[in-house]
T-cell receptor, first 113, second 112 residues
Framework: EAQVTQNPRYLITVTGKKLTVTCSQN?????MSWYRQDPGLGLRQIYY???????DKGDVPEGYKVSRKEKRNFPLILESPSPNQTSLYFC????????????FGSGTRLTVV | QQQVKQSPQSLIVQKGGISIINCAYE??????FPWYQQFPGKGPALLIA???DVSEKKEGRFTISFNKSAKQFSLHIMDSQPGDSATYFC???????????WGAGTKLIIKP
C-alpha cells in the first residue's frame, strides 16, 4: 500500500529533551515536506526537500532541523523542544507526475511540557 | 501576495443542504487550486483540484467554481451528508515548483 508513515503518533516530552519524529514514504517520491497544524492557523510549512541532500526552509523553520540522506526518509528533529512547539505535525510527499497532489501521513501529536 | 484567505472558519449545514466554502488568492502566477479534506485523526487528502483554464470542475457531489478575474475559488458540496463532516483546506500553487500556499481551513459539520 502506497503510504507516508510517521512515528510516533503521540509524544509527550519535556522542555529541552531532544526528539526525532520519523517520516518514511514507499512511493519513490522526490518531494517531501513537514507541516505543523494549529487551530485557526491551518497548515504551516516547516521544511521541505526536493530530493536527497536538498532541503530548504518553509515558513516556520525556527527550532527545527531536517535531513534527507535517503529518498524515502525525512526525519524532523527538535534539538531543544519548547512548549510553543506543541502541535500536530504532518509529513507529506509528492512526485513530479502528481505535481502538487500531496500524500500526507496520519500525523504526530506532540506535547511539550 | 502569497496568502490564501479561506472563509468561513466553521460551517454548520443541515443534511441535504449545500455547503459552500470560499477562498481568495493574490498571486496571479498560481496555476493550480486543490481542495483537501481532513477527517479527525487523519492527514489531509486531495479531494478535487482545478486549473485556471476552466471555470468549473465537478466530481460527484463536489464542485469547484473558479473566478479568475476576481481571484476567487469556492468548493460546493451538494446534498451534504453527515459523512462529509470534516475540515476542508483550499490551497494554491504553481505546479512546476511543488509548493502550495494553504488556507486556514474550514470545519464543516453536517447535522443529521
Amino acid at each position: 500500500e502506497a503510504q507516508v508513515t510517521q512515528n510516533p503518533r503521540y509524544l509527550i516530552t519535556v522542555t529541552g529533551k531532544k526528539l526525532t519524529v520519523t517520516c518514511s514514504q514507499n512511493m519513490n517520491h522526490e518531494y517531501m515536506s513537514w507541516y505543523r497544524q494549529d487551530p485557526g492557523l491551518g497548515l504551516r510549512q516547516i521544511y521541505y526537500s526536493m530530493n536527497v541532500e536538498v532541503t530548504d526552509k518553509g515558513d516556520v523553520p525556527e527550532g527545527y532541523k531536517v535531513s534527507r540522506k535517503e529518498k524515502r526518509n525525512f526525519p524532523l528533529i527538535l534539538e531543544s523542544p519548547s512548549p510553543n512547539q506543541t502541535s500536530l505535525y504532518f509529513c507529506a510527499s509528492s512526485t513530479r507526475q502528481a505535481r502538487v497532489g500531496y500524500t500526507f501521513g496520519s500525523g504526530t501529536r506532540l506535547t511539550v511540557v | 501576495q502569497q496568502q490564501v484567505k479561506q472563509s468561513p472558519q466553521s460551517l454548520i449545514v443541515q443534511k441535504g443542504g449545500i455547503s459552500i466554502i470560499n477562498c481568495a488568492y493574490e498571486n496571479t502566477a498560481f496555476d493550480y487550486f486543490p481542495w483537501y479534506q481532513q477527517f479527525p485523526g487523519k492527514g489531509p487528502a486531495l479531494l478535487i483540484a482545478i486549473r485556471p483554464d476552466v471555470s468549473e470542475k465537478k466530481e460527484g457531489r463536489f464542485t469547484i467554481s473558479f473566478n479568475k478575474s476576481a481571484k476567487q475559488f469556492s468548493l460546493h458540496i451538494m446534498d451534504s451528508q453527515p459523512g462529509d463532516s470534516a475540515t476542508y483546506f483550499c490551497a494554491a500553487g504553481i505546479e512546476s515548483n511543488y509548493q502550495l500556499i494553504w488556507g486556514a481551513g474550514t470545519k464543516l459539520i453536517i447535522k443529521p
